[in-house]
């Protein structure tokens, strides 16, 4: 057979990863995306990661898939590329067809956002659905949004579950957040031992995440002090600028950051050897404190990935609802067999047991809740300019009675 030359080879690359419906959510790396596939619990749980972010500040994103009994569920979609439905392809041959999609989130955008496509790409799978879902500004009716009508698409809670033989479901929420309402629906699946959630626990590494393998440039990017500083490539070049990542991630703008005078960006901008968009021409208006090492260390586990709620969510969401989380934990206690959490984000499969739970809730109940000093100034100040403007509420956990979907 004639070998395909190194052109033909990289433009069926791109095919495979091409996702054409970047502009609706335009987010880094925009119309290709790289899968990387790992079957993380033996024939039972396969994790797919795909990297999201905005200008290089990206971290992994997860379409998680659970063996259930007669085929497949797929838990939080992602864009359907090629090389992503070649690999489910694969599983389907020997673990049965793709029956069902689930979105179990309803704020979280960036995972109902290749609803649709998911929903196409697998015309004969069931769509279940996180109540309350909504869009900005406009909540329209989910059919309009590109989600299949009824009665393809059902509702989590009001219509009951799905795969109720082997999964248990448990929700965190509704919480009313002002713009629409943050609730997800946890799944407990038995066989495994997994507990599988969306934004709500992530456990993060000081390693960063194997998919950066596959490009590392939002790291090296990152790792720098200076827009004049070439991209080098080490494993300590990678750590910085992971760490870098996940404190972008977890406080959006963290203390240990200023922002440079544009003059002073503009002077160490297109340098030589750094004039493409691969560099973004050199622009880099970050200059991180000498602290900025200490404020990441306290999000990275250095042994085993950090289980933690992100602060992002625990300053936004729940600021005034931690017994909200707390309760959430509790129900978490009560299931029989857990063994690990997978989330749709960061590290995956992370042991998680009662023992680990019991832990977590315990320091989240001894600690100061939804600070505003230090990392935190920038999201306390936010959620506070939102409470004095009368955009988020002071009591976010009214009974939400009209959460239907429209579909
Ligand atoms: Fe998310």
């Not at 704020?107 to 290749?114: D, Q, Y």
């Not at 602060?311 to 959430?328: C, D, G, K, S, Y």
Request: glycine share 6%; net charge positive.
């Amino acid at each position: 057979m004639k070998t395909p030359s190194p052109e033909v080879t990289k433009n069926v690359s791109l095919s495979r990863n091409s996702w054409p419906w970047w502009p609706l959510f335009p987010l880094y790396p925009y119309g290709k995306r790289s899968t990387l596939v790992k079957e993380i619990i033996p024939n039972q749980i396969w994790s797919f990661e795909q990297l999201q972010g905005l200008y290089y500040v990206a971290v992994p994103i997860r379409l998680t898939v659970v063996k259930v009994s007669g085929g497949l569920m797929l838990f939080n979609p992602l864009p359907p590329t090629a090389e992503l439905c070649e690999a489910l392809a694969q599983l389907e041959k020997k673990y049965g067809p793709v029956l069902t999609i689930v979105l179990p989130t309803a704020s979280g955008l960036e995972h109902k956002i290749s609803l649709p496509a998911m929903a196409r790409a697998f015309p004969k799978a069931e769509v279940w659905v996180c109540p309350g879902q909504w869009s900005f500004p406009l909540t329209l009716p989910s059919g309009w949004l590109g989600i299949p009508w009824r009665p393809r698409t059902k509702i989590l809670v009001k219509d009951g579950f799905p795969h109720k033989d082997s999964c248990s479901w448990i929700s965190l929420g509704p919480i009313d957040i002002g713009l629409g309402s943050f609730q997800e629906l946890a799944c407990f699946h038995k066989p495994s031992g997994a507990l599988m959630v969306t934004d709500s626990l992530v456990g993060i590494s000081s390693e960063p995440p194997e998919i950066f393998d596959l490009d590392p440039t939002p790291l090296l990017f990152h790792a720098r002090d200076r827009g004049d500083e070439p991209l080098e490539d080490s494993i300590n070049a990678r750590r910085k600028g992971w760490a870098r990542l996940v404190l972008f991630a977890s406080f959006l703008r963290p203390a240990c950051l200023d922002i440079p005078p544009l003059k002073e960006v503009i002077r160490y901008s297109f340098s030589r050897g750094l004039r493409s968009s691969k560099a973004h021409f050199g622009v880099f208006p970050f200059a991180w404190k000498d602290d900025w090492q200490d404020a990441a260390n306290e999000l990275l586990g250095v042994r085993e990935p950090l289980i933690q709620l992100a602060p992002v969510i625990e300053r936004l969401v729940f600021p005034r609802a931690q017994m909200t989380f707390v309760n959430w934990l509790e129900e978490l206690e009560k299931l029989n067999g857990i063994n690990w959490l997978v989330s749709a984000h960061f590290s995956a499969p992370l042991v998680f047991n009662r023992s680990k739970l019991k832990r977590l809730k315990d320091d989240i109940n001894k600690r100061p809740w939804a600070k505003s000093d230090g990392s935190w100034g920038f999201l306390g100040g936010l959620d506070e300019s939102l409470l004095r403007l009368g955009v988020v509420p002071l009591n976010p956990t009214k009974s939400f009675k009209d959460q239907d979907l429209q579909v």
